[in-house]
């Protein structure tokens, strides 16, 4: 059988929880589907200029911990998974720089930007949640019939988060006619996770599902990632 290889985007740091976490999570996924997996980390400063090294990765995951050294590095990344339809899915920094790369690429909003590199920015796409998000957790609804939604089978699930910063509320008619489309809200109505319409699997959340790794269980938007991958 063929080894699945997914690209971890982002600058590792092993004193950071997700990253710990996203190994662990991968491990189970593919126990959980009986895939044989392999991952690399790839630095954002590496695909500034261009994204040559993800051309082996059957599925590119976007990681939290944000800012990142490159942030053209990881829009690149996420721009290629989006265009080629290779398997996508974004985790915390993930969710807020796919938001990005969809409003600047897709929705004309050349000049969005994420207020924590740019807090002076006229285009704030990515701005400072309302209330923080540190090491919180929260109930999640999800949308039954949605990609996510297939993959959770539930309409309220709990997730834990490690964020400050999310889609700014003054553009969420961005997410409204598609083709990314909320799958995910919190109870106050706050965009917790987005898809994109059509057959490929790209996925981002607000929230760090990798975190369930860290108790033993198998995610179910990551074995959906991993089987998409496969």
């Given at each position: 059988m063929k080894t699945v290889r997914i690209a971890l985007v982002g600058d590792h740091d092993p004193r950071v929880t997700a990253h710990r976490a996203i190994p662990?999570?991968?491990?189970?996924?593919?126990?959980?589907?009986?895939?044989?997996?392999?991952?690399?980390?790839?630095?954002?400063?590496?695909?500034?200029?261009?994204?040559a090294p993800l051309s082996a990765a059957d599925g590119i995951w976007v990681?939290?911990?944000?800012?990142?050294?490159?942030?053209?590095?990881?829009?690149?990344?996420?721009?290629?998974?989006?265009?080629?339809?290779?398997?996508?899915?974004?985790?915390?920094?993930?969710f807020?720089?796919?938001?990005?790369?969809?409003?600047?690429?897709?929705?004309?909003?050349?000049?969005?930007?994420?207020?924590?590199?740019e807090p002076d920015a006229d285009t704030p796409v990515i701005a400072a949640l309302e209330c923080g998000l540190v090491e919180?957790?929260?109930?999640?609804?999800?949308?039954?019939?949605?990609?996510?939604?297939?993959?959770?089978?539930s309409s309220r699930v709990r997730e834990t988060y490690h964020c400050n910063y999310g889609l700014n509320p003054r553009y969420r008619h961005l997410l409204s006619t598609?083709?990314?489309?909320?799958?995910?809200?919190?109870?106050?109505?706050?965009?917790?996770?987005?898809?994109l319409d059509g057959p490929a699997f790209f996925v981002a959340t607000l929230f760090q599902p990798e975190?369930?790794?860290l108790a033993g269980r198998?995610?179910?938007?990551?074995?959906?990632?991993?089987?998409?991958?496969?």
């Amino acid at each position: 059988m063929k080894t699945v290889r997914i690209a971890l985007v982002g600058d590792h740091d092993p004193r950071v929880t997700a990253h710990r976490a996203i190994p662990c999570a991968l491990e189970l996924a593919g126990l959980s589907l009986g895939v044989p997996l392999a991952w690399e980390w790839v630095g954002t400063d590496l695909l500034a200029d261009g994204v040559a090294p993800l051309s082996a990765a059957d599925g590119i995951w976007v990681v939290p911990n944000s800012p990142y050294r490159s942030e053209a590095g990881a829009i690149a990344a996420i721009r290629h998974a989006r265009e080629t339809g290779r398997p996508f899915f974004g985790t915390c920094a993930g969710f807020q720089h796919a938001v990005l790369e969809f409003a600047r690429h897709v929705a004309g909003l050349g000049r969005a930007a994420h207020a924590e590199l740019e807090p002076d920015a006229d285009t704030p796409v990515i701005a400072a949640l309302e209330c923080g998000l540190v090491e919180q957790a929260g109930d999640v609804l999800i949308e039954l019939d949605s990609r996510v939604g297939r993959a959770y089978g539930s309409s309220r699930v709990r997730e834990t988060y490690h964020c400050n910063y999310g889609l700014n509320p003054r553009y969420r008619h961005l997410l409204s006619t598609g083709p990314l489309r909320v799958s995910a809200r919190d109870p106050a109505g706050e965009v917790r996770a987005v898809e994109l319409d059509g057959p490929a699997f790209f996925v981002a959340t607000l929230f760090q599902p990798e975190r369930a790794a860290l108790a033993g269980r198998a995610h179910p938007l990551i074995n959906a990632f991993v089987g998409a991958a496969a």
